[in-house]
């Protein structure tokens, strides 16, 4: 596939690993924030967008959840990730030297063992290559950086650690976003992600619940967030098994429609 595929981050990021890995033949535009990723989808200069929502160590990649329904944008596929992590330094440096490791603060949650283990001090940085790209600049034999293997070759580091993530299955799901979608586009397995917001009525989000499970329907996603600072309006987002034309989807749709304020599909997409 052709064209330009925007993502958060420095090239050599994890996000720049899911572009090359889910859309190989497309061009790359890297971003300094989530929010202009998605901006440079929505505008026209990137045709689609790689954005990173959860890692199956740290847990929800923070802001994302509540920058999604705002965005204009459609969820047309999901990318999974083996994230590998290495310690990069300058070169010539030995892992004793160092003393100092930057990195963004959800990869920093990845190898809190390591660093505990070398008694290394964590440095938050604005993302992995950003963080990369800084310790090659600077050039502290001290300070190292959490990345990927690309971005130690891409800026010229040392792999003086790899493989040193806690957990050995250590995830990262993308979602790749663009501004139109196929709603009758099919495959073998599909899912639906939406967001809506309950009804101010006793055991509303129960009710909401149960026309999913009266209709078969598996619910594998289920996460909420506070909406505009507040402590009493509260957004659900969930990723459901089937598609909306599903004759059970349907069902469980309308019935949740009747204890919401409102729904909001955001994505209808094949199983990765």
Do not use: W
């Not at 202009?36 to 990137?46: N, V």
């Not at 994230?83 to 300058?90: A, D, K, M, T």
Request: glycine share 10%.
């Amino acid at each position: 596939m052709t064209g330009r595929i925007a993502f958060q981050g420095e090239l050599g990021a994890y996000s720049h690993a899911a572009c090359r890995q889910a859309r190989p033949g497309m061009e790359v535009i890297p971003c300094r924030t989530f929010e202009d990723a998605i901006e440079a989808c929505r505008s026209g200069e990137a045709d689609l967008a790689m954005l990173p929502v959860e890692n199956s160590t740290y847990g929800r990649v923070a802001d994302i959840h509540s920058l999604l329904p705002n965005s204009g944008l459609h969820i047309v596929d999901e990318a999974f990730v083996r994230v590998q992590i290495s310690l990069l330094g300058v070169p010539g440096v030995t892992l004793p030297e160092v003393k100092r490791a930057m990195s963004h603060t959800v990869l920093l949650g990845q190898v809190r063992e390591f660093l505990k283990d070398h008694g290394i001090t964590a440095v938050t940085g604005a993302d992995t290559a950003g963080s990369a790209k800084i310790v090659a600049e600077k050039g502290e034999r001290e300070l190292a950086a959490l990345a990927s293997d690309l971005a130690g070759e891409i800026y010229g580091l040392d792999v003086l650690a790899r493989g040193i993530e806690d957990q050995s299955n250590n995830t990262t799901r993308f979602l790749v976003m663009s501004r139109v979608a196929d709603p009758s586009r099919r495959a073998p397995k599909m899912v639906t992600t939406f967001t809506f917001r309950v009804r101010n009525i006793p055991a509303a989000l129960y009710k909401a619940m149960g026309g999913f499970a009266t209709n078969g329907i598996n619910m594998t996603k289920l996460e909420s967030y506070m909406v505009g600072g507040s402590f009493v309006a509260t957004e659900f987002y969930a990723d459901i098994e089937g598609h909306p034309e599903d004759p059970n989807v349907k069902l469980a749709l309308e019935e949740l429609a009747y204890f919401t304020t409102h729904v909001n599909v955001l994505g209808v997409y094949p199983r990765g």
